[in-house]
């Protein structure tokens, strides 16, 4: 009897194991056959929402899949031809013979040709526009159009960047008439020529663009892309994490943890993207010189780097940095509390017995503002204010939403800026006179003033000899050394993680906030799919 009590109670067991391996080879079936059916398509992380998509009026991370330019920035952000078969300079550097691919066409079929061109930059140069591209174009004279896909553009004088110019998105003309730009359908619904057509928009939620089936270029691999708005970092690590989104740009602090994930590959890429304070000249206290570079002395960056981006940049000390041109012999205030409260106490900053300074009756305070959606800003703002205290200054941290920022209003702001592209990009348009926000479409917003920024900033465009640009970009930042109009904190290197499946990426010197890095998107593919 026991023997037989034994021997059921074997049966029993074999037959629940039996079981388990039927079940476990039926969640591996339909696991694989899950796998196998996904939509072929990749969801990306956003930041933020766009207010618009038409790219003379607004930057977004999106131009790379619904738009197309004359030139295009290659893997070493070069520009290359595009749109343009051929574009031939004169011997004086002012006229510029444009001849266009055969067969681009905008995403409703109609024909890409020079009257969309010649609309492109007019859109560009009318005020009524306030396009922050302006700056870009305003030594175009003129345009003509030979015939459909030949014309010119004269300039008057030797503009220098104009090749990387020439890489805006060309806007369709047709689309536009009978409507204001700022106003027309268009920026919701917008008409390009990229390898992406726009399909939907879910206000609050996310943006859905599908492959361009007869695209000049490359075709898309992968059928859609959907842009999910997810403004909070720590939500779309998780997402990341789950396999809810496909890619997204990390914190640093998030990295670590993300490398561990199995179906994760992270890519750690170098930007041009940099941080810091800017000092708005519309209040006085920054009028003084000796305070701004009392700041820039009080900045821990070492410590910025270490502590907030764990690694992933480098200090800052000049716009132009990452740039060939860069001028390492200026002053890179590094870290020297010393030298900070010595230029304080010559300027007239004297310390009470609070522990802060004053002058003419006047406490050294004020507010540095952060988007409170980027952590890191936040962090680095929280930080600094922390570490001005050694000098005497109370400053405090406003971390706002997007929505309540108006960055020309405030005492200090978070920047995030930068370029690899030519010196002028991120220079001009931040520094000279003429781009203040105040007055112009320009980004400008410290309403900074240098006759000798402006002076150079100018001849730097205009000069067509490469080593003497060169001197003038260095005498630039010996200029903007001495007078500063950020406290320059540290390079920021962008994290993105992505699911390993995803096959084609192609990594380049980065921009503003990782910009360029969906630059090659129709050549991505997922490998099991």
């Known amino acids: ?17 039996g079981c388990t391996k039927e079940s476990s080879q039926g969640e591996e079936k339909q696991s694989s056959a899950s796998s196998s059916s996904q939509a072929n398509e990749l969801v990306f992380a956003s930041e933020s929402e766009f207010a ?15 738009f197309r330019g004359l030139m295009r920035f290659d893997e070493q952000n070069v520009p290359v031809f595009d749109i343009a078969k051929s574009i031939n300079i004169s011997d004086d550097q002012m006229t510029y013979t444009i001849v266009l691919n055969d067969h681009v066409t905008f995403h409703d079929g109609q024909a890409l040709t020079v009257d969309d061109i010649i609309f492109t930059i007019e859109s560009i140069l009318d005020d009524a526009n306030g396009s922050y591209l302006k700056s870009d174009f305003i030594h175009v004279t003129g345009m003509k159009k030979i015939d459909d896909t030949t014309m010119t553009i004269q300039l008057d004088e030797p503009f220098t960047p104009m090749l ?31 390898p992406y057509m726009f399909e ?11 492959a361009f089936p007869t695209f000049y270029g490359t075709k898309a691999s992968i059928e859609q892309v ?47 993207d940099y941080r810091g304070v800017l000092f708005n000249m519309k209040y006085p206290i920054w009028k003084d010189v000796s305070l701004r570079k009392a700041i820039s002395y009080a900045t821990d960056r070492a410590g910025i780097v270490k502590g907030i981006l764990h690694g992933y940049g480098t200090e800052a ?15 890179h205030y590094t870290y020297d509390v010393k030298k900070a409260n010595e230029l304080l106490e010559q300027a007239g900053w004297q310390l009470a017995d609070d522990g802060f300074r004053y002058k003419d009756g006047q406490k050294l305070t004020f507010t540095i503002t952060a988007p409170i959606t980027d952590t890191v800003r936040v962090n680095m703002a929280n930080y600094v204010a922390e570490g001005y205290k050694a000098v005497g200054a109370d400053v405090k941290v406003a971390a706002l939403d997007w929505s309540n920022i108006v960055i020309e209003d405030t005492e200090a702001f978070m920047v995030g800026w930068g370029s690899p592209y030519d010196a002028d990009h991120h220079t001009y348009s931040l520094f000279h006179s003429g781009e203040s926000s105040l007055t112009s479409a320009g980004y400008n917003y410290g309403s900074y003033a240098n006759t000798k920024v402006d002076a150079l900033l100018e001849e730097g465009r205009t000069t067509v000899d490469p080593e003497q640009r060169k001197r003038v970009y260095m005498a630039l930042q010996e200029e903007l050394a001495q007078d500063p109009p950020f406290a320059y904190f540290a390079y ?25 890095f969906l630059w090659n998107v129709e050549e991505w593919k997922w490998n099991d799919r």
């Open 226 to 272: 959907i842009f999910k708005f997810i403004p909070d970092s720590n939500v779309r690590a998780l997402q990341l994490k789950s396999g809810e989104v496909d890619i997204a740009l990390l914190d640093p602090n998030q990295v670590e943890e993300l490398s561990k994930v199995d179906h994760l590959k992270m890519y750690e890429v170098e930007s041009a």
């Open 52 to 66: 618009g998509l038409n790219p003379l009026l607004e930057e977004t991370n999106l131009d790379a899949f619904l």
């Open 492 to 516: 920021v290197d962008a994290v993105y993680g992505i699911d390993k499946q995803i096959s084609g990426v192609k990594e380049r010197i980065l921009g503003h906030h990782g910009a360029g």
């Open 164 to 194: 990387d110019k020439l890489t805006v998105p060309i806007l369709p003309k047709h689309a536009f008439e009978g409507q204001e730009m700022r106003t027309a359908s268009f920026n919701q619904q917008p008409i390009g020529a990229g």
């Open 317 to 331: 000390y000049s716009p132009l940095q990452k740039h060939n041109f860069v001028n390492e012999n200026i002053e």
């Open 200 to 210: 939907q928009w879910d206000k609050g939620t996310s943006l859905t663009l599908k």
């Open 1 to 17: 009897m026991k023997k037989f009590s034994v021997w059921i109670l074997l049966m029993i067991l074999l037959c629940l194991a």
